[in-house]
């Protein structure tokens, strides 16, 4: 069965840290491009970082470019997102997904994604 959890998610302080995993069961995460969304509530779901299969080409929103970085651990099947700096408007439900797509390749649009976690909500207050 395919399954992408993710975790980490938080309350938070302005200025501080997160990491957030995503762990995959039932397939190999390494053949997939992995992106992390978020939507806030009467928000549409957006693109925020995401990393290739291959050679982990990695591209992220403007918005946190400078603060999150995406990395992924093949060993352990999981990819992490790790968000410094954060801000009151990172505040969201954080997903992650897989996407088989194109070698070495990966977009921060939702419609190749195939599969999906569940979400992890992260709050940035003070």
């Known amino acids: 069965q395919v399954q992408l959890v993710e975790s980490g998610g938080g309350l938070v302080q302005p200025g501080g840290s997160l990491r957030l995993s995503c762990a995959a069961s039932?397939?190999?995460?390494?053949?997939?491009?992995i992106g992390w969304f978020r939507q806030a509530p009467g928000m549409e779901r957006e693109g925020v970082s995401c990393?290739?299969?291959?050679?982990?080409?990695?591209d992220h929103a403007d918005s946190v470019k400078g603060r999150f970085t995406i990395s992924r651990d093949n060993a352990k099947n999981t990819v992490y997102l790790q968000m410094n700096n954060l801000k009151p408007e990172d505040t969201a439900a954080y997903y992650c997904a897989a996407d088989r797509g194109l070698p070495g390749f990966c977009t921060l649009s939702i419609q190749p994604y195939n599969y999906w976690g569940q979400g992890t909500q992260v709050t940035v207050s003070s």
């Open positions: 039932g397939f190999t995460l390494e053949n997939y491009a």
């Open positions: 990393i290739s299969n291959r050679n982990g080409r990695t």
